[in-house]
């Protein structure tokens, strides 16, 4: 599976609990984060699939193997595989996020 980007409809607003409205409909469990202005997370995995939405703010996704950039803000979802390495640098007015784990089924 590769990352997946769903980007909000420009010029419409969102509210936190229409986006934890949507999770919850999709079985998911989210947990509201935030950093402050061009906060920098280093690369790293996860073991469990990322589902993010971004509540306020903006926040940018840097994926090293592929080289791409994923801007993201107010709307826009990011759903990244486990495992897939990734870095982020928080925009200059800082982030809030609504974030979930999809975990993979026991074998």
Known sequence: ????????PYGTQ???????RQ???EGLHPYTWSNGPNFQYSAHTHSYTKVLYVVRGAITFH?????????????D???L??????AATVGPE???CLEAAVREPQS
């Not at 599976?1 to 909000?8: L, P, Y």
């Not at 994926?63 to 709307?75: F, K, M, R, Y």
Request: charged letters at 30%; zero cysteines.
């Open 94 to 96: 800082g982030v809030v």
């Open 23 to 25: 999770m919850l409909s």
């Open 77 to 79: 979802r990011l759903d």
């Open 81 to 86: 595989p486990a495992r897939t390495p990734h």
């Open 63 to 75: 994926l090293p193997d592929s080289g791409e950039d994923i801007a993201l803000h107010p709307g």
């Open 1 to 8: 599976m590769t990352h997946r980007v769903i980007k909000w």
């Open 14 to 20: 969102v509210s936190e609990e229409e986006l934890r």
